[in-house]
């Protein structure tokens, strides 16, 4: 039985990993983490019956009181990251799907993994299909240079670029050579126009009501254009991914960075 704690289980991705865990025979929840309603129970939230724990607001106060062996994180990117600080000060082995973390942030938490010898995993997209739309994009990439990223998200989104977008920019990166795209003269008239630039590579964020998480790699060459795409329609799709990574991180004694290295 694998105990864990989730820390914002009343929000869009929380609840949903609450309904995902309920429905797991070898994952107990043991405490909830949010910034309010401590002392309430999840049961006074949600038609979860057999899920028995109480929140807490303080990450410390929970990890003192009760034991567990994993933190699924999935708040915000200023708190994601203070609670996989704590959660590896205290033994326990973080699941992040929190994004917006910096480089600087990562290589830090990587580097505390490695010194605590503690498993962490940090997924920017848990949908398996998003993962292989990533991994699809860096094998394109080794064919097509010219790329622009378009991600399209709800609008309660706070970070952007998507986490994802930046995890596929890095995959990109690491079979492309820098080049700049467009016409060698090309000027923005309105600021932003052409995106973010990543070695010459273009990332465009959309928020509109309506969406979930969606994205398209869309590459250019002579007389062809190649389009990979990948939709969440609904936050079930993140869930088979989350329990993937909660079983793997139990073996682990690094941070993993993407989904895709924990797939065979
Ligand atoms: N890796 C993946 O596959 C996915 C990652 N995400 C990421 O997960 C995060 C959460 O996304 P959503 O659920 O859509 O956001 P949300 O806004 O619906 O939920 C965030 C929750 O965190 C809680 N929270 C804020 N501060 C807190 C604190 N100090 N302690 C504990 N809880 C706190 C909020 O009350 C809220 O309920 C975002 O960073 C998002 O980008 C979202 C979808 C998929
Ligand atoms: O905030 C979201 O919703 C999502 N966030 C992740 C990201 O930033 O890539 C994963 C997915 O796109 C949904």
New binding site residues.
């Given amino acids: 039985m694998t105990r864990v704690i989730v ?2 289980p ?5 609840s949903e990993a609450l309904r995902m865990i309920e429905k797991q025979e070898d994952l107990e929840l043991v405490a909830c ?3 309010k309603y401590a002392g309430s129970q999840v049961k006074d939230f949600d038609e979860l019956p057999h899920l028995d724990a109480t929140f807490y607001d303080d990450i410390q106060t929970c990890f003192n009181a009760v034991s567990a062996d994993v933190l699924v994180d ?4 200023e ?2 990251y203070i609670h996989t600080k704590t959660a590896l000060e205290y033994g326990i082995r973080p699941v992040v ?4 973390f910096t480089d600087e942030q990562l290589q830090e938490l990587t580097d505390m993994a490695e010194d605590k010898e503690t498993g962490v995993v940090i ?5 398996l299909g998003a993962v292989l739309m990533m991994q699809f994009a860096k094998w394109a990439a080794k064919y097509f240079q010219d790329v622009e990223i378009i991600e399209k998200h709800h609008d ?4 952007a670029p998507s ?1 994802t977008a930046a995890k596929t920019a890095q995959l990109i990166q690491d079979v492309r050579e820098t080049k700049k795209q467009g016409h060698p003269d090309e000027k923005e008239t309105i600021m932003g126009a052409r995106g973010a630039d990543i070695d010459g590579m273009k990332i465009h964020s959309m928020r509109l009501p309506g969406l979930v ?1 969606h994205q398209e790699v869309v590459f250019g060459s002579n007389g062809e254009n190649l389009t990979i795409k990948h939709d969440s329609f609904h ?1 079930e799709s ?1 869930m088979t ?1 989350v329990k993937l990574a909660i079983d793997h991180v139990m073996k682990l004694d690094i941070l993993v960075y993407g989904l895709e290295n924990l797939l065979e």
């Avoid at 309660?156 to 970070?159: F, G, I, N, Q, T």
């Fill in positions: 820390a914002g009343r929000g869009k991705m929380g983490l949010d910034h999935l708040t915000t990117p708190y994601g799907g929190t994004t917006g997924a920017p997209n848990f949908a309660k989104k706070l970070d986490g998480a936050r993140f991914g």
